[in-house]
Nanobody, 114 residues
């Protein structure tokens, strides 16, 4: 299993970024993929998760600003982040859980300046 994130960067408050997670090594269509984030000194938290055929789940604080989507043909999950806030600053990770085992990407830094 390999998960590779991209798309992070530095943006001003109110700006937008789109993160991508390219996956390989498993049957992509069969599994839920999640985006987590971890800010300095804080625990890692689930931001959004998507399963084929079901409505996505979102962290309350990003509802209405972030949109998760997947392209099964490209084995890629996206996280469109709009109206970014300084509190969204964190390392963002792509996650897959298979049979109780968590797989993570290397993470991509998102920094939102005020």
């Amino acid at each position: 299993v390999q998960l590779v994130e991209s798309g992070g960067g530095l943006v001003q408050a109110g700006g937008s970024l789109r993160l991508s997670c390219a996956a390989s090594g498993f049957t992509f269509d069969d599994y839920a993929i999640g985006w987590f984030r971890q800010a300095p000194g804080k625990e890692r938290e689930l931001v959004a998760r998507i399963r084929s055929g079901r409505d996505p789940d979102y962290l309350d604080s990003v509802q209405g600003r972030f949109t998760i989507s997947r392209d099964n043909a490209k084995s890629t999950v996206y996280l469109q982040m709009n109206d970014l806030k300084p509190e969204d600053t964190a390392v963002y990770y792509c996650n897959l859980r298979v049979s109780g085992i968590d797989y993570w990407g290397q993470g991509t830094q998102v920094t939102v300046s005020s």
